[in-house]
């Protein structure tokens, strides 16, 4: 069966530290990678997109790798700060007009 | 410029009553998501709609959920009959065209009791 999976713990990290996410999943061929950011109460906020023929997208401090042999993304977040504090979600597109299957997302907690 | 806007943004409902929610896309766009989004899981879509018409509604349960976007700009979400289990999250989201960038509203907080 078709399944994207993240951490389904939270994760709780000092600040000034990387935080790592990961997003795995199973019986799908996406052509890219989305990570999102939700705050409770909002809706996600798009942060980065990878393709499958992209090993790895950096910006600002944010970056993704993707390992299609692996079926797994990683998201890093370097020199976190209390307010990078949220839910991230992974996403993937398989390249049918724009049909994104989200993960379950995992929550950071970045503490002072 | 303004993002998505949604309505309401909480409605609290005894089952078997009608309920509509109502989403603005961003000016300029012709693609509109609905989904649902369940306490901590990820959003899941509905219904996606090009200009006004619905080009995939596969997972949109057509028993008790109908959508519409008139004039491909606003469009509204309706459930009738509500159940308990439809109480969720409902989120809008456009993008220019179909596989570009999503914006999200803020969402339609809906209890069902």
């Known amino acids: 069966s078709q399944k994207i999976e993240q951490n389904s713990e939270a994760l709780n990290i000092q600040e000034g530290k990387t935080a790592t996410l990961t997003c795995n999943y199973t019986?799908?061929?996406?052509?890219?990678l989305q990570w999102y950011r939700q705050d409770p109460g909002r809706g996600p906020v798009f942060l980065l997109l990878?393709?499958?023929?992209?090993k790895e997208k950096r910006k600002e401090r944010l970056k993704v790798t993707f390992d299609t042999t692996l079926k797994q993304s990683l998201f890093h977040i370097t020199a976190s700060q209390p307010a990078d504090s949220a839910t991230y979600l992974c996403?993937?597109?398989?390249?049918?007009?724009?049909?994104?299957?989200f993960g379950q997302g995992t929550e950071l907690s970045v503490k002072p | 410029e303004a993002g998505v806007v949604q309505s309401p943004r909480y409605k609290i409902i005894e089952k078997k009553q009608p309920v509509a929610f109502w989403c603005n896309p961003i000016?300029?766009?012709?693609?509109l998501y609905w989904y649902l989004q369940n306490l901590g899981q990820g959003p899941e879509l509905l219904i996606r709609?090009?200009?006004?018409?619905?080009?995939?509604d596969s997972q949109l349960p057509k028993d008790r959920f109908s959508a519409e976007r008139l004039k491909g700009v606003d469009s509204t979400l309706k459930i009738q009959p509500a159940e308990l289990g439809d109480s969720a999250v409902y989120l809008c989201?456009?993008?220019?065209?179909?596989?570009?960038?999503?914006?999200f509203g803020p969402g339609t907080r809906l209890l069902v009791l």
């Open positions: 996403a993937l597109d398989q390249g049918q007009g724009g049909k994104l299957i």
């Open positions: 019986n799908y061929s996406p052509a890219y």
């Open positions: 989201a456009s993008s220019p065209q179909a596989g570009e960038t999503q914006y």
């Open positions: 709609y090009e200009n006004e018409e619905a080009v995939d």
């Open positions: 990878i393709r499958e023929n992209e």
């Open positions: 000016s300029g766009h012709n693609t």
